[in-house]
């Protein structure tokens, strides 16, 4: 081990959307040390190292000296992991070099904004979140911890899409609408009125 080093990551979780992540970080300079998982993994496309779970103390030695990040899809497990190790260790962001994002925008710790996607200004993005391909956020918008926005979606300006809710590829969102917690926005839906929370709403307009 060795003195802490910004540019080399720890992943927690390695499928399909930490190698998004990992060659967010590697497409941006930085290099990966390892992955955490219950159990190595035979598909190793990075050729990572296996270092246990993130409660194994092992593990827990080598977060203590190298950023971490949560490469999970899933919101709820990737807010109750995040919660669990925010106190104790450093949570980097995953920020593709191809992103446009704008001046006076926010974005928290523990997010990824994925290649083509576009944040204008005045926006806030929370922890945890989830930026994905070619996504659009424009400006004012408000997108509160641990959401995730998928490919090809839009927000239009002065957007607030509260805690853990998830917005469908392709999902149009109107501006000045307020999408609530924990609400479901399917792919392709055109939404054109608020959204209250823990709701499920698809189609053009949506229901």
């Known amino acids: 081990m060795k003195n802490k080093d910004a540019n080399q990551i720890i992943l927690i979780g390695y499928a399909g959307h930490a190698y998004v992540v990992a ?3 590697i497409q941006s300079g930085n290099s990966i040390l390892g992955y955490c998982e219950k159990e190595e993994k035979k598909m190793n496309p990075f050729h990572l190292k296996f270092l246990g779970l993130q409660t194994d103390s092992s593990a827990k030695k080598w977060m203590k ?4 990040f949560i490469a999970i899809g899933d919101n709820e497990i990737r807010k109750k992991i995040h919660l669990s190790i925010c106190n104790d260790f450093e949570i980097a962001q995953a920020l593709h070099p191809s992103a446009l994002i704008a001046t006076h925008v926010e974005i928290g710790n523990g997010t990824m904004v994925a290649a083509g996607s576009i944040i204008n200004s005045c926006t806030t993005i929370g922890n945890g979140v989830i930026i994905n391909t070619g996504s659009i956020i424009e400006h004012e918008c ?6 995730h926005v998928a490919p090809g979606a839009v927000l239009c300006g002065n957007v607030k899409v509260g805690g853990s809710s998830f917005i469908g590829a392709n ?3 109107k501006q000045g609408i307020t999408i609530g917690k924990n609400c479901t926005i399917g792919a392709g839906a055109v939404v054109l009125k608020n959204v209250e929370d823990g ?8 229901r």
């Open 142 to 147: 408000n997108i509160a911890d641990f959401v």
């Open 171 to 173: 999902a149009i969102i």
């Open 23 to 25: 060659d967010i970080f």
């Open 199 to 206: 709701k499920t709403i698809v189609g053009n307009p949506a």
């Open 65 to 68: 000296l190298h950023s971490s």
